[in-house]
């Protein structure tokens, strides 16, 4: 369970964050989303303390994430648009490996996880491509490989889909509902619902740092156009 309690966050004398509170449970598919500048980027960096809030809290199953930063960064993980950026390595499984390698792991344990990971992501015949030869999709797929071979209970997308076309934005997420259904938690930061709010569990909706909306996506869909998010049935 992640638990944001009365989250305030502020760059120099703006409010970004205020007074975020929200459980996410195990096993969850949640959307999040706002305006721009609405504060979801300033949320999440926050799941795995990438930020430190001004006021209020962030833990993981009880555990405070700016105490225990690494066992956060290790049950959450974190995929940001623009994945090229995230890259270390130059092949798929080089880069893959890199976070388990950075876990003091054993070399048969960090293949199991690299292979298990581009598997989920229909990447293992990939493993020794170079990045950069890879199209926009599969790039996104490698970023969600990366994060998956940590293992985490939840992971996080901002914004993962932008730039994709449909048949690759599709391929993610159904890959997103495989892990759902493997009982990883999915927190997606979009503007974007087509093909999500049919998926996910939950949509929460930020304005101008707070919880403006949090319900079942086809209860929230109504309220969209209100709060700057369109509508994704129109
Ligand atoms: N490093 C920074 N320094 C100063 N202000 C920042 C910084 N990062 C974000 N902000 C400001 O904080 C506010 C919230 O930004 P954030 O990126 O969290 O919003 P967002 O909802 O993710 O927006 P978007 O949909 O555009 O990605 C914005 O007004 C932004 O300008």
Redesign the pocket.
């Known amino acids: 369970m992640i638990e944001v309690s009365d989250l305030r966050y502020r760059?120099?004398d703006?409010d970004?964050?205020d007074g975020v509170t929200l459980s996410i449970p195990d096993g969850q598919y949640c959307l999040l989303v706002?305006?721009?500048?609405?504060?979801?980027?300033?949320?999440?960096?926050h799941l795995n303390a990438l930020l430190t809030p001004d006021a209020g809290t962030v833990t993981v199953d009880g555990t405070d994430v700016t105490d225990d930063p690494v066992v956060a960064r290790t049950r959450i993980g974190m995929v940001f648009?623009h994945p090229r950026d995230q890259f270390v390595a130059a092949t798929v499984a080089a880069d893959v490996a890199f976070g388990p390698e950075n876990l003091g792991l054993d070399r048969a344990e960090i293949d199991r996880r690299v292979e298990t990971a581009l598997d989920a992501v229909d990447l293992g015949d990939a493993a020794e491509s170079r990045i950069d030869a890879l199209s926009g999709g599969e790039q996104a797929r490698v970023a969600i490989a990366g994060a998956l071979a940590m293992e985490p209970d939840y992971l996080v997308l901002?914004?993962p889909l932008v730039g994709l076309d449909w048949p690759a934005r599709k391929s993610v997420l159904d890959h997103l509902d495989a892990l759902v259904a493997d009982g990883t938690g999915v927190i997606v930061?979009t503007?974007d619902l087509r093909g999500l709010h049919e998926r996910a569990d939950r949509l929460v909706a930020?304005h101008a740092?707070e919880v403006v909306l949090d319900a079942s996506p086809a209860e929230a869909l109504d309220a969209l156009p209100d709060l700057g998010i369109r509508d994704p049935r129109c």
């Open positions: 760059y120099g703006v970004v964050l706002g305006p721009n500048g609405s504060g979801k980027t300033t949320l999440v960096r648009q901002d914004e930061v503007h930020l740092g």
